[in-house]
């Protein structure tokens, strides 16, 4: 069973909203933290947001305002609610799973996620 799976990347004019999911297996959302990144065409893979303890959640300059993440407990499933897209959102998108991080620390150092997802692609057409 993969450990994190994301899904919802489509085609979207720009203005328009999409919401992609991050479905978790092995390991409960009560004490793991799922962050999400992106890698735009030709740049680094960069930090979007994390949920974590209580709900807690940060995010990214470029996104703040835009994009809102959620989770369902029940279901073991992240939600990144984005809106407003632009063409720069345009980007594979990932998650990826941090026991670390749910109370804290680094969330922009890669290397306190353990698991991450094959990514989903976003495209947003002006």
């Known amino acids: 069973q993969v450990p994190v799976v994301e899904s919802g990347g489509r085609l979207v004019q720009a203005g328009g909203s999409l919401r992609l999911s991050c479905t978790v297996s092995?390991?409960?959302?009560?004490?793991?933290?799922v962050g999400w990144f992106r890698r735009a065409p030709g740049k680094e893979r960069e930090f979007v947001g994390i949920?974590?303890?209580?709900?807690?959640?940060r995010s990214a300059d470029s996104v703040k305002g835009r994009f809102i993440m959620s989770r369902d407990l029940d279901k073991n499933v992240v939600y990144l609610q984005m809106n407003n897209l632009t063409p720069e959102d345009t980007a594979v998108y990932y998650c990826?799973?941090?026991?670390?991080?749910?109370?804290?620390?680094?969330?922009?150092?890669?290397?306190?996620?353990?698991?991450w997802g094959q990514g989903t692609q976003v495209t947003v057409s002006s």
């Open positions: 949920i974590r303890r209580g709900d807690g959640t």
């Open positions: 990826a799973t941090s026991a670390r991080l749910y109370s804290g620390g680094d969330v922009y150092d890669e290397k306190n996620y353990s698991y």
């Open positions: 092995g390991r409960t959302l009560s004490t793991t933290a």
